[in-house]
């Protein structure tokens, strides 16, 4: 299995920026894509930002231009770098690994999530 430990989440003003880390750790042969979501109350969970094996990323309309995503392969760790951040933002961020296993086994692993809210 894949274990994923989310960081840096916290309350901050508008227009300020945050940045999160998700590390995986387990019985990992390889990581396919590692992604960020987000559920707000009483919202659907929607997908962020995604980063597949080869470096490609996509992000939605929402946070393109004010969000990066990045990875350190070696460390096995994502990263969320959040800038210019608005009230719609807040959110419990959680973070998702495509993961291989040394088993070969394909699977989809999820964090705990992390806080982050926007006050205006």
């Known amino acids: 299995q894949v274990h994923l430990v989310e960081s840096g989440g916290g309350s901050v003003q508008a227009g300020g920026s945050l940045r999160l880390s998700c590390a995986a750790s387990?019985?990992?042969?390889?990581?396919?894509?590692m992604a960020w979501h987000r559920q707000a109350p009483g919202k659907q969970r929607e997908l962020v930002a995604i980063?597949?094996?080869?470096?490609?990323?996509d992000y939605a309309d929402s946070v393109r231009g004010r969000f990066t995503i990045s990875r350190d392969n070696a460390k096995n760790t994502v990263y969320l770098q959040m800038n210019s951040l608005k009230p719609e933002d807040t959110a419990v961020y959680l973070c998702?690994?495509?993961?291989?296993?040394?088993?070969?086994?394909?699977?989809?692993?999820w964090g705990q999530g992390t806080q982050v809210t926007v006050s205006p």
């Open positions: 980063i597949r094996s080869g470096g490609g990323t």
């Open positions: 998702n690994a495509d993961a291989t296993l040394t088993s070969r086994a394909r699977t989809s692993s």
């Open positions: 387990g019985s990992i042969f390889s990581i396919n894509a």
